[in-house]
């Protein structure tokens, strides 16, 4: 009978829930931002530290404007306005938790974009 069995999250599990569930939002954004470009955030990096300047040709401003917004409001929302949300503020420990675990949504799908990269256009960035 579960009628009488309540379903509930606390405070700190609804918060950790819905900052992991913004955060493979967030990773899934950049990844939505190389979709059939040609080029990878890895490709990007890499052009950055050798002084290319492909770097330029993604990059925008209000993308990472955009960006900045989600995060710095994600972690207002949790750790400071958090009762408004009925959500309880995280540790540095959770939130480094969750920005790793979740970042493989990236960091999988931008290693197969750049070795697409190199398979199709035989030349080093």
């Not at 009628?3 to 899934?28: C, D, I, P, R």
């Not at 002084?51 to 972690?75: D, H, P, Y």
């Amino acid at each position: 009978d579960f009628s009488k069995s309540k379903a509930h999250l606390s405070a700190y599990e609804a918060g950790f829930f819905f900052t992991t569930f913004v955060m493979l939002q967030f990773w899934n954004l950049f990844n939505a931002k190389y979709f059939r470009s040609g080029r990878s955030l890895l490709l990007d990096i890499f052009a950055i530290f050798k002084g290319q300047n492909m770097f330029k040709l993604t990059f925008s401003k209000w993308f990472a404007l955009i960006v900045a917004v989600i995060l710095t409001g994600q972690i207002v929302i949790i750790n400071f306005v958090g009762p408004l949300f009925n959500v309880a503020p995280l540790n540095l420990t959770d939130w480094l938790f969750i920005l790793l675990s979740t970042s493989f949504v990236l960091i999988i799908v931008d290693i197969v974009r750049t070795f697409w990269y190199f398979i199709h256009n035989k030349k080093v960035v």
